[in-house]
């Protein structure tokens, strides 16, 4: 088991998302939660998997100086990309409206990379899934973003919520890389180590 594998190793996941920590736990590999600030500041000239992969290396640089050698550090990042724009965390009440009836009756990406740092070195992966929304009403809208308050969620949704259950028609790729971690190529990058 993978499990085995990393006994001797310092497994630590770089994140606050309650969903990524969640669905690391089903991969039964020991670790531990750190996370260290970070400006997550990118150029505009950056599109669709740059900026996750931009950022998810940005999150994995703030242990330049405190890697050990037995170290494994796991960072993320994900976006909503519609309309060749990133729709990233909303602000408040305003934004999250704003989003949820840019995403209502289209499809959009929900683009997520993986950041694995060790000691000697540094390995990056994105994965793509493709998400169609049927036509929300605003009462809908509403009701979730006053319900939920998806302030922490990039595109203001969760499709483990609510909105996803009545919303989302169809995907398209991994449903846990909708929820924030391509958990079965991360299975796989780690079986490779």
Not at 20 to 47: A, C, N, W
Not at 122 to 141: G, H, M, P, R, Y
């Amino acid at each position: 088991m993978i499990s085995e594998k990393f006994k001797n190793n310092n497994v630590i996941l770089a994140s606050a998302s309650p969903r990524r920590q969640e669905l690391f736990k089903e991969l039964h590999i020991p670790f531990s939660i750190e996370i260290k600030p970070v400006d997550e500041v990118y150029s505009t000239d950056l599109k669709g998997e740059e900026i996750t992969n931009y950022l998810a290396i940005l999150k994995a640089k703030a242990f330049d100086k405190t890697i050990k050698e037995k170290d494994i550090i796991i960072t993320s990042d994900t976006i909503v990309w519609l309309d060749d724009k990133a729709l990233e965390k909303p602000k408040n009440k305003v934004e999250a409206i704003e989003m949820l009836q840019k995403i209502s009756g289209k499809s959009h990406q929900v683009i997520t990379s993986v950041c694995i740092k060790t000691f000697s070195k540094q390995i990056v992966f994105s994965d793509t899934t493709i998400v169609n929304f049927k036509t929300l009403s605003d009462e809908e809208i509403n009701f979730y973003v006053e319900n939920y308050q998806p302030f922490d969620k990039a595109g203001a949704y969760g499709i483990q919520e609510w909105i996803g259950f009545i919303g989302v028609t169809s995907i398209n790729g991994s449903y846990f890389n909708v929820m924030g971690l391509p958990v079965n190529k991360l299975h796989e990058e780690l079986k490779k180590l």
